[in-house]
Protein backbone atom coordinates (compact mmCIF):
# COMPACT_ATOMS: atom_id res chain seq x y z
CA UNK A 1 0.00 0.00 0.00
CA UNK A 2 1.33 3.24 -1.19
CA UNK A 3 0.31 6.92 -0.91
CA UNK A 4 -2.05 7.72 -4.11
CA UNK A 5 -0.15 10.04 -6.39
CA UNK A 6 -1.46 12.69 -9.08
CA UNK A 7 -0.07 10.64 -11.74
CA UNK A 8 -2.50 7.29 -10.16
CA UNK A 9 -5.87 9.94 -10.67
CA UNK A 10 -6.38 8.24 -14.62
CA UNK A 11 -5.18 4.79 -13.55
CA UNK A 12 -7.77 5.18 -10.34
CA UNK A 13 -11.01 6.52 -12.10
CA UNK A 14 -10.73 3.49 -14.92
CA UNK A 15 -10.22 0.87 -11.75
CA UNK A 16 -13.40 2.16 -10.28
CA UNK A 17 -15.88 2.56 -13.70
CA UNK A 18 -14.48 -1.38 -13.99
CA UNK A 19 -15.17 -2.68 -10.15
CA UNK A 20 -18.34 -0.46 -9.79
CA UNK A 21 -19.72 0.52 -13.13
CA UNK A 22 -21.39 3.97 -14.37
CA UNK A 23 -23.79 4.14 -11.19
CA UNK A 24 -20.86 4.75 -8.92
CA UNK A 25 -21.21 8.65 -9.07
CA UNK A 26 -24.54 9.11 -8.14
CA UNK A 27 -24.38 7.08 -4.98
CA UNK A 28 -25.19 8.85 -1.55
CA UNK A 29 -21.35 8.79 -0.63
CA UNK A 30 -20.42 10.47 -3.76
CA UNK A 31 -22.43 14.05 -2.58
CA UNK A 32 -19.89 14.03 0.29
CA UNK A 33 -16.86 13.67 -2.20
CA UNK A 34 -17.76 16.00 -4.79
CA UNK A 35 -15.49 19.18 -4.99
CA UNK A 36 -13.47 17.84 -2.26
CA UNK A 37 -9.94 16.14 -1.46
CA UNK A 38 -9.45 13.14 0.21
CA UNK A 39 -8.29 13.69 3.92
CA UNK A 40 -4.66 14.62 4.08
CA UNK A 41 -2.51 11.41 3.47
CA UNK A 42 -5.50 9.01 3.54
CA UNK A 43 -5.84 8.24 -0.05
CA UNK A 44 -3.83 4.64 -0.91
CA UNK A 45 -3.24 3.10 -3.97
CA UNK A 46 -2.08 -0.99 -4.35
CA UNK A 47 0.16 -1.79 -7.10
CA UNK A 48 1.24 -4.93 -9.41
CA UNK A 49 4.61 -5.73 -9.87
CA UNK A 50 4.81 -3.79 -12.82
CA UNK A 51 3.46 -0.32 -10.96
CA UNK A 52 -0.06 -0.68 -12.51
CA UNK A 53 -2.87 0.78 -9.80
CA UNK A 54 -4.71 -2.88 -8.51
CA UNK A 55 -6.46 -1.48 -5.63
CA UNK A 56 -7.80 2.11 -4.12
CA UNK A 57 -9.08 3.26 -0.91
CA UNK A 58 -9.86 6.40 0.57
CA UNK A 59 -11.13 8.75 3.69
CA UNK A 60 -12.94 11.73 3.09
CA UNK A 61 -13.12 14.99 5.67
CA UNK A 62 -16.73 14.88 7.11
CA UNK A 63 -18.43 16.03 10.45
CA UNK A 64 -21.61 14.24 12.15
CA UNK A 65 -24.64 16.44 11.83
CA UNK A 66 -25.21 20.06 12.47
CA UNK A 67 -22.10 21.70 14.43
CA UNK A 68 -21.08 17.87 15.35
CA UNK A 69 -17.78 16.31 15.35
CA UNK A 70 -15.16 15.03 12.91
CA UNK A 71 -15.38 12.05 11.54
CA UNK A 72 -13.91 9.96 8.06
CA UNK A 73 -15.84 8.83 5.65
CA UNK A 74 -14.49 5.59 3.52
CA UNK A 75 -14.66 4.85 -0.04
CA UNK A 76 -14.51 3.80 -1.96
CA UNK A 77 -12.72 0.85 -2.19
CA UNK A 78 -12.34 -1.21 -5.06
CA UNK A 79 -9.64 -3.98 -6.71
CA UNK A 80 -9.16 -4.74 -10.08
CA UNK A 81 -11.98 -7.52 -11.15
CA UNK A 82 -9.80 -9.76 -12.11
CA UNK A 83 -8.41 -9.74 -8.57
CA UNK A 84 -11.12 -9.95 -6.31
CA UNK A 85 -10.59 -12.64 -3.27
CA UNK A 86 -6.78 -11.49 -3.77
CA UNK A 87 -6.65 -9.89 0.02
CA UNK A 88 -5.69 -6.74 -1.80
CA UNK A 89 -9.03 -5.26 -0.40
CA UNK A 90 -8.25 -5.99 2.98
CA UNK A 91 -4.90 -5.06 2.73
CA UNK A 92 -5.74 -1.62 1.60
CA UNK A 93 -8.80 -1.55 4.92
CA UNK A 94 -5.89 -2.47 7.57
CA UNK A 95 -3.91 -0.17 5.98
CA UNK A 96 -6.31 3.17 5.92
CA UNK A 97 -7.62 2.44 9.49
CA UNK A 98 -4.21 2.01 10.87
CA UNK A 99 -3.26 5.05 9.14
CA UNK A 100 -6.39 7.32 10.34
CA UNK A 101 -6.01 5.69 13.69
CA UNK A 102 -2.04 6.65 13.70
CA UNK A 103 -2.93 11.11 11.98
CA UNK A 104 -5.31 11.00 15.54
CA UNK A 105 -8.99 10.98 13.71
CA UNK A 106 -11.47 9.59 16.27
CA UNK A 107 -14.10 7.55 13.83
CA UNK A 108 -14.75 5.82 10.41
CA UNK A 109 -18.16 5.93 8.46
CA UNK A 110 -19.05 3.95 5.43
CA UNK A 111 -21.66 2.42 3.35
CA UNK A 112 -21.38 -0.96 2.56
CA UNK A 113 -22.19 -4.87 3.42
CA UNK A 114 -21.34 -5.38 7.14
CA UNK A 115 -20.37 -9.25 6.81
CA UNK A 116 -17.33 -7.61 4.58
CA UNK A 117 -16.79 -4.96 6.81
CA UNK A 118 -17.07 -6.30 9.55
CA UNK A 119 -14.30 -7.96 10.28
CA UNK A 120 -12.52 -4.73 10.44
CA UNK A 121 -14.26 -3.70 13.20
CA UNK A 122 -17.41 -1.67 11.62
CA UNK A 123 -21.01 -2.31 13.07
CA UNK A 124 -24.30 -0.39 12.46
CA UNK A 125 -24.42 -0.37 16.31
CA UNK A 126 -23.54 3.47 16.45
CA UNK A 127 -25.10 5.00 13.37
CA UNK A 128 -28.49 4.86 13.86
CA UNK A 129 -28.67 8.12 14.62
CA UNK A 130 -26.67 9.31 11.70
CA UNK A 131 -27.51 9.91 8.19
CA UNK A 132 -26.52 10.06 4.33
CA UNK A 133 -27.61 12.63 2.64
CA UNK A 134 -29.41 11.69 -0.47
CA UNK A 135 -30.54 8.06 -0.92
CA UNK A 136 -29.21 4.84 1.46
CA UNK A 137 -29.70 1.50 2.64
CA UNK A 138 -30.09 2.39 6.34
CA UNK A 139 -28.14 -0.69 7.67
CA UNK A 140 -25.43 -0.24 4.89
CA UNK A 141 -24.37 2.66 7.53
CA UNK A 142 -21.42 1.80 9.27
CA UNK A 143 -19.01 2.78 11.58
CA UNK A 144 -15.65 1.96 13.70
CA UNK A 145 -14.56 4.16 16.34
CA UNK A 146 -10.75 5.36 16.63
CA UNK A 147 -11.42 6.56 19.92
CA UNK A 148 -13.61 4.60 22.22
CA UNK A 149 -16.44 6.64 23.05
CA UNK A 150 -16.05 9.10 19.99
CA UNK A 151 -19.66 8.31 18.57
CA UNK A 152 -21.52 8.40 21.84
CA UNK A 153 -24.65 11.17 21.45
CA UNK A 154 -23.48 11.80 17.43
CA UNK A 155 -26.59 12.19 15.60
CA UNK A 156 -27.92 14.48 11.92
CA UNK A 157 -26.48 13.43 8.43
CA UNK A 158 -23.19 13.95 7.53
CA UNK A 159 -21.96 16.80 6.04
CA UNK A 160 -18.75 17.33 3.89
CA UNK A 161 -15.94 19.20 5.53
CA UNK A 162 -12.03 18.98 4.48
CA UNK A 163 -10.33 20.31 1.61
CA UNK A 164 -12.12 21.75 -1.45
CA UNK A 165 -10.91 20.98 -4.77
CA UNK A 166 -8.87 24.00 -6.57
CA UNK A 167 -11.10 25.41 -9.17
CA UNK A 168 -9.29 24.98 -12.95
CA UNK A 169 -7.77 28.20 -13.71
CA UNK A 170 -9.22 29.22 -17.37
CA UNK A 171 -6.17 29.42 -20.27
CA UNK A 172 -5.54 33.09 -21.07
Known sequence: MVAE???DIAAREALLDAAMGPKRKTKSSEKLRRGRRP???LAFVARDASGAVMGTVRLWDVTLGEGGPAALLLGPL???PSLKSAGIGSALMRHAV???ARLGHAAILLVGDAPYY???GFSAAKTGSLAMPGPYERHRLLAVELVE???DGVHGTLKAAGRKLKAPTLAA
Request: avoid cysteine.
Open 5 to 7: TPD
Open 39 to 41: SEG
Open 78 to 80: AVA
Open 98 to 100: AEA
Open 118 to 120: GRF
Open 149 to 151: GAL
